[in-house]
């Protein structure tokens, strides 16, 4: 098989294997915390968000794969089920979300650095994701801000949790 992308890339790539499954870890708290406290429904978008989150995980190892890149699956760190309130969780998320966009620009960065058009390209989608992602995060978090009963906001999650 050919290796089509920089050795640059291909570690900055296997690193982020770890931090997309640590982003899945964080989800999954959060995901216990909602349905901890009877939030179903914010618990399933959670719980799909951290789905998506091993998915992009998969996708960077399929990209690896396909580009005859060896490597090891990192360790798992914990993740805590324990937040505060609504807004805690939330908050989380973003600060997440926003840690792994600057990662990927990063990357995209550390590609057009290397001439590699072709991890270039593959970023491309995980920096539009990421976009979409932010945008998710920021319109749950205006929702909690609201200081909408959680309980009547579920009916509202349908528009939010539609990937
Ligand atoms: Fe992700
Ligand atoms: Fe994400």
Known sequence: MPRMISDRLADMLTHQIQSE????????????????NSLDRWARLFMN???EEA?????????????DVAYDLPALTGASTQ??????????AIESESRVSGEFRAMA?????????????FLQWFIEEQVE?????A?????????????????LLDSFDTD
């Open 21 to 36: 499954l640590t982003a899945h870890m964080n989800y999954y708290g959060i995901a216990v915390w909602f349905r901890r």
């Open 49 to 51: 968000q951290s789905v």
């Open 55 to 67: 998915q992009h995980a998969a996708k960077i190892m399929a990209f690896l794969d396909d580009n």
């Open 83 to 92: 937040y505060p309130d609504a807004a805690a969780c939330v908050r989380s």
């Open 109 to 121: 960065k550390a590609a057009l650095e290397e001439c590699d058009a072709t991890a270039h390209h």
């Open 133 to 137: 992602e932010e945008a998710k995060m």
């Open 139 to 155: 319109k749950l978090s205006d929702l909690v801000a609201s200081g909408i009963n959680l309980f009547q906001a579920e009916a």
